[in-house]
């Protein structure tokens, strides 16, 4: 199964709201990564956040992670048209295999 | 930095056809991802390779694909015969080995088989 899951799957809000996507996963991660997909495009790195971190920013971005629930959230605020995408949580598999396991992503809609 | 270039972007063929789809990863990387999305499947990873060498392919479909890296800079993933449910988007990633394992990806080949 999945190493990330998320949700919800779906989200849609007016601009300038914030929007909130949580992943979970199973084993024990060195770090967690967000990645962000316009539609037509390949995924592009957002955030990585490691295990020894609880919270990091990124501009509009908020990160969160909580190892003892294995959850991390991603909040965006202020939300604008532009961040309608799909956005998936990824973990590396083993350490140093390279590999990443990806969640199967919660897509974003917001609305002008 | 040119990032992961894929080629063709597209590619309509039709079923039996052998299709061949290509990858340059970014120049230092020494891993390389072949990924296959579809609506109904989401992301999906096909096989990937280290240091030019296959890792895992348990991803591969069936026998009718294949990959290959015969150098740092180059590789293919091929499916002969295609079959229309081969229709997808096939990106290519690559990343640094001991680094944090953020993967960058190519534009994707959107494949349509009739």
């Known amino acids: 199964s999945q190493q990330g899951e998320e949700d919800p799957q779906a989200l849609s809000i007016q601009e300038g709201e914030n929007a909130t996507m949580n992943c979970s996963y199973k084993?024990?991660?060195?770090?967690l990564q967000w990645y962000r997909q316009n539609s037509g495009r390949g995924l592009v790195h957002l955030i990585l956040i490691r295990s020894n971190e609880r919270e990091k920013h990124s501009g509009r971005l908020r990160v969160t992670l909580d190892t003892s629930k294995k959850s991390s959230s991603l909040l965006i605020t202020a939300s604008r048209a532009a961040d309608t995408a799909s956005y998936f949580c990824a973990t590396p598999l083993g350490s140093n295999t390279g590999k990443l396991i990806f969640g199967q992503g919660t897509t974003l809609q917001v609305k002008p | 930095d040119a990032g992961v270039i894929q080629s063709p972007r597209h590619e309509v063929t039709e079923m039996g056809q052998e299709v061949t789809l290509r990858c340059k990863p970014i120049s230092g990387h020494n891993s390389l991802f072949w990924y296959r999305q579809t609506m109904m499947r989401g992301l999906e990873l096909l096989i990937y390779f280290n240091n030019n060498v296959p890792i895992d392919d348990s991803g591969m479909p069936e026998d009718r694909f294949s990959a290959k890296m015969p150098n740092a800079s180059f590789s293919t993933l091929k499916i002969q015969p295609s079959e229309p449910r081969d229709s997808a988007v096939y990106f290519c990633a690559s990343t640094r080995l001991a680094g944090n394992n953020e993967q960058f990806f190519g534009p994707g080949t959107r494949l349509t088989v009739l």
């Open positions: 084993t024990s991660i060195n770090n």
